[in-house]
Structures are given as C-alpha cells and as structure tokens.
C-alpha cells in the first residue's frame, strides 16, 4: 500500500498538448495497443499494478513500435494521483475490474470515493470516464458510487442519461475481456460519463457508432 506511481508524460513526438486517454487495469494491454495503432495522434497509457505485467507490455511496445503508447505501473486505490496532472487526461477506460464477489474483498473494488475524485481532478473539462463490465452487478456498483447525490459535485454526468448503459463500442479498440464476453453471446455492461457535459451528450473528441 506504499504510494509508488511515478509521473507519465507524453513523448516529445506527439506535440505540445495531445490527446491522452488512460487504460485502468490494462492487464494485457490488448485495448491500449488498439487505440494507439488506431489513434496515432494520441497518447495511450496502459496503467497496471502488477510489475511483471507492466514489463511484459513495455517490451512489446518496443518491438512493435507504437510511439504513442505507454505502460506504468499505478495502485488505482493508493497512488493514482501521482501519475498525471490536474487536468491533463481527455480518457479514463477502466474495463472489466475484478468483481470481488466475497464480502471481505468488497473493499478492493473499484470504484471508491478517493479514486472517482482523483478521476475528476485529471480529467479535462469534457472528459470522459468509460466503465465497462460482464458483470451486471459490477457495473451497477459503479453507477450507483458515480450517480449518488454526493458525487454529483464532481460533474460527472451519463452520456446516455441517467442510470443508462451505452449500447454499442463506440471506441476502435476492446479488450480481451470483451472479445471473450462477445463471443459467448453475453453482454457488455458499459456506461459513459462526461465530465461536466449535460445528460445524453456525446463528447465531440470521442469516436463513436451510436447506442
């Protein structure tokens, strides 16, 4: 539980100010590699807490090349706030957490107060948190932490109204998780929220095919 993160910046190549979007958990990293091929002109960070995952996605990412991509290691609930600025991120994608389903793990889940409001302190005005799970139970969680009335401060709105799951990817990229979920026939528990935005909107940076 030691704060360890250290800060990620963006490579000199991608310009003064580019798009960041941040990949919380990323495990394999199948996500942020398809973004960052996807996305050249933005900044995709694969955040992780295990230190041989992070390395083993460090080196992929110098075989393969991609310039714009980046892997670090984070402790979401301890040290998330060492790693970007304020106001510096456009993207947070957290994708398919673990479910603690044992009552004595529910403390590990995510998200929690600390981390929503670190979330809002580095996202940009009209930036997104995207939350997705196979779990119904994981993903209504995280909308009832978001969605509470003592949250409502932080600005957080649902782009598909409220209480309302996104229907659709509208990212050019999914994880392994979802390629899984997909391929049984199950579905994709995902919400949107927009940093400031009004209920229902769509942020005009993200790529999107509609609900």
């Excluded at 910046?9 to 580019?18: F, I, Q, V």
């Excluded at 050249?40 to 995952?53: A, M, N, Q, T």
């Excluded at 991609?66 to 106001?87: G, T």
């Excluded at 119904?136 to 401060?153: H, T």
Aim: net charge neutral; proline share 9%.
């Amino acid at each position: 539980m030691e704060p360890r993160a250290q800060p990620v910046h963006p490579p000199a190549g991608l310009g003064g100010d580019p798009r960041v979007e941040v990949e919380l958990g990323c495990a394999d990293g199948q996500f942020s590699f398809q973004l960052a091929r996807a996305c050249p002109e933005r900044f995709v960070v694969g955040l992780e807490i295990r230190d041989k995952v992070v390395a083993q996605n460090q080196a992929r990412a110098r075989a393969e090349g991609p310039r714009n991509l980046a892997f670090a290691y984070v402790n979401l609930n301890v040290d998330l706030d060492r790693v970007f600025a304020p106001r510096s991120v456009d993207a947070f994608h957290l994708l398919f957490p673990d479910p603690w389903f044992k009552a004595k793990h529910h403390k590990r889940r995510v998200i929690d107060p600390w981390m929503l409001e670190v979330i809002c302190q580095q996202l940009r005005p009209g930036g997104e948190l995207h939350l997705a799970s196979d779990v119904y139970e994981v993903a209504l969680e995280a909308m009832a932490e978001i969605e509470d009335p003592s949250a409502e401060p932080l600005g957080l709105r649902n782009l598909a109204g409220p209480w309302g799951f996104w229907r659709g990817n509208p990212f050019p990229a999914q994880s392994r998780r979802e390629d899984t979920t997909l391929a049984r026939g199950q579905r994709v528990w995902r919400v949107r929220y927009g940093l400031g935005a009004a209920a229902g909107s769509t942020p005009s940076s993200a790529s999107t095919v509609g609900r």
